[in-house]
């Protein structure tokens, strides 16, 4: 079945640090790939998609490109803010219209320090 | 723009105890989803329903209930509460154009003593 592998957190950066957080996925078909946030006490929101191999999803600064090859969608910043901790999810839903179910990753605490 | 509603935030059952978690949209989503968060696990598909009167199973279906009498509203139920059904839930809803990200409420913490 598909399956979503993230880095183990927590994570810890101080502010204006780069931030990877890896992600990688083992699916039939052709997924679509994202990248949640939830921030202490929320829902999860939407940060990024991707919908195709080699496609870039990127919103607030933040960055993943899809690697068919390489079955990844590895989540980047280049400079982290305070406002930036909260747990960040991987999620693929599979090809076909299945919009109801998304496989998710166990999550990355990310703290980032002043 | 209210989006993905759920109530209560907060509930505190005992073991046996029955209750319903309420989610409602407002965006005319066909796809709902219920799915729960326990620490170290992400987040596992409970059930979900692809259109009114349509409901089927997830990862993690047993002791849950659900229906979907209307567009807007799919309830969870639990009908007889156990301490493993402690867990914040989440309900989703979504497009059912291919690719459309789902939109999540803000979560139901639930705690069964």
């Known amino acids: 079945g598909d399956s979503v592998t993230q880095m183990e957190g927590p994570v810890t950066l101080s502010e204006e640090a780069f931030l990877t957080i890896n992600c990688t996925y083992t699916?039939?078909?052709?997924?679509?790939l994202f990248w949640y946030v939830q921030y202490p006490g929320e829902g999860l929101q939407l940060l990024l998609k991707a919908t195709k191999a080699d496609d870039k999803g990127s919103n607030k600064g933040f960055e993943a490109t899809y690697r068919k090859e390489t079955t990844s969608f590895h989540l980047e910043k280049g400079s982290v803010q305070v406002s930036d901790s909260a747990v960040y999810f991987c999620a693929l839903m599979n090809s076909g219209g299945s919009n109801y179910k998304l496989t998710f990753g166990k999550g990355t605490l990310l703290t980032v320090n002043p | 723009n209210a989006g993905v509603t759920q109530t209560p935030k907060f509930q505190v059952l005992k073991t046996g105890q029955s209750m319903t978690l309420q989610c409602a949209q407002d965006?005319?989503?066909?796809?709902m989803s219920w799915y729960r968060q326990d620490p170290g696990m992400g987040l596992r598909l409970i059930h979900y329903s692809v259109g009114a009167g349509i409901t089927d199973q997830g990862e993690v279906p047993n002791g849950y209930n659900v229906s979907r009498s209307t567009t807007e509203d799919f309830p969870l139920r639990l009908l007889s509460a156990a301490p493993s059904q402690t867990s914040v839930y989440f309900c989703a809803s979504s497009s059912d154009r291919d690719n459309q990200p789902q939109h999540f409420g803000d979560g139901t913490r639930l705690s069964i003593l």
């Open positions: 699916a039939t078909g052709y997924p679509s």
């Open positions: 965006m005319n989503h066909e796809y």
